[in-house]
């Protein structure tokens, strides 16, 4: 799965909610672009309604699976 391209905003909000923090927590700004980077997390189906993230959120932060099907060996 591709891992769509996240601002420096969007990342540290669904840190934090993966992590279950506050969503604003360490974010430099007010409200309006809270709410709005916010809506562009749920828009990309990495939040729910909820603010909680949803699997594709966490997908994100996960350790990224290698498959050596079809490789050739390193040595």
Same mark, same amino acid.
């Given at each position: 799965?591709?891992?769509? =391209?996240?601002?420096?905003?969007?990342?540290?909000?669904?840190?934090?909610a993966? =992590?279950?923090?506050s969503?604003?927590?360490?974010?430099?700004?007010?409200?309006?672009?809270?709410?709005h +980077?916010?809506r562009?997390?749920? &828009?990309?189906?990495?939040?729910?309604s909820?603010a909680?993230? +949803?699997?594709?959120?966490?997908?994100?932060?996960?350790? &990224?699976?290698?498959?050596n099907?079809?490789?050739?060996?390193p040595?």
């Amino acid at each position: 799965m591709r891992t769509p =391209r996240l601002s420096p905003a969007m990342r540290n909000m669904l840190r934090n909610a993966v =992590r279950g923090e506050s969503l604003a927590k360490g974010l430099c700004a007010g409200p309006y672009k809270q709410y709005h +980077t916010r809506r562009a997390l749920e &828009a990309r189906g990495l939040l729910d309604s909820n603010a909680k993230p +949803t699997d594709a959120g966490k997908a994100v932060f996960a350790p &990224a699976q290698q498959s050596n099907a079809g490789e050739a060996s390193p040595c």
